[in-house]
């Protein structure tokens, strides 16, 4: 096993927020097949993303400065604030509409920014036709070791809230100038990115830019980084890789083209229900 854990490269962003969403790259970090991230500045009460289906993945979002609306046909519906995370398992197939709003605190007037950063990943085949799972947690209801936020898998003997069932890590670091974190892979845990949300990052002699993405060397060695800004906060993302295909139609990922038949056809059957 390698001492440190270097990147790879800096994946670039389709459309400036996209950065996992081509074949090439969500066969090199599977069961990771997407994630897209960034900020943005309203002057409104933000935006919606009418009602889309998935299936065969679950998906992580987690999000700042702004609160999340949702609803799905598996009849889950809410309100998350500012600083929340939400987990769906979409299994055998889900319609569901996301709106981001104005904080619920928030003056009613005048400009406002927000961050989202969603993950999808590829779900077992015992799990790629299950039922809809859902779930989310408060700001405050987040696992935290000092300065690490566990919204999943397991840091310093804390483990994430959510039942997710793939061996995965997933963290939101902060950092303060000058300051230093090592982190010891999980093991089996040797593929996986660094995206930092705010501020800029030194792994190695590889520098990590503001709303930049770094693919990780594949091996269980230590992940040391440096802050180079005032504050420094990044999402580190690991996982065991899959070794099952990949089969995509939008956002239904599954692992064999006869899950993903059957799941188009539920989908369909939910949307004439639901629509």
């Known amino acids: 096993m390698k001492e440190s854990r270097n990147l790879k490269r800096i994946q670039e962003a389709r459309n400036g927020i996209q950065h996992i969403v081509n074949s090439e790259v969500r066969n090199e970090l599977k069961p990771i097949v997407f994630f897209d991230a960034g900020k943005f ?55 569901h509409e996301e709106a981001y709003r104005r904080k619920h605190d928030a003056p009613l007037l005048g400009s406002w920014s927000g961050s989202i950063h969603q993950l999808w990943v590829q779900l077992p085949p015992e799990f790629e036709e299950s039922d809809v799972a859902y779930a989310n947690l408060k700001k405050e209801d987040i696992p935290t070791v000092a300065n ?30 000058g300051e230093e974190w090592s982190f010891k892979t999980p093991k089996g845990q040797t593929t996986g990115f660094i995206y930092t949300r705010e501020g800029e990052l030194a792994l190695g002699s590889d520098l990590i830019a503001n709303s930049s993405m770094g693919i990780l060397e594949n091996n269980e060695g230590h992940i040391k980084v440096q802050a180079l800004s005032k504050e ?24 064999n083209r006869a899950s993903l038949e059957r799941s188009l056809v539920r989908i369909q059957e939910l949307g004439l229900i639901n629509h």
């Open 41 to 95: 500045n309203n002057t409104a009460n933000g935006f919606k993303i009418d009602s889309h289906p998935h299936s065969g993945i679950g998906i992580i979002t987690y999000f700042h400065g702004t609160d999340l609306h949702h609803s799905d046909s598996g009849h889950n519906k809410g309100i998350i604030h500012d600083g929340g995370v939400q987990w769906i398992r979409a299994g055998g197939g889900v319609w």
């Open 148 to 177: 690490v936020k566990v919204i999943a898998g397991e840091y310093q003997g804390t483990t994430g809230l959510f039942d997710i069932p793939l061996n995965l890590t997933y963290l939101d670091v902060y950092l303060n100038e």
């Open 232 to 255: 420094s906060h990044f999402i580190l993302v690991t996982a065991e890789p899959s070794s099952f295909p990949i089969l995509a139609q939008g956002g239904q990922i599954h692992t």
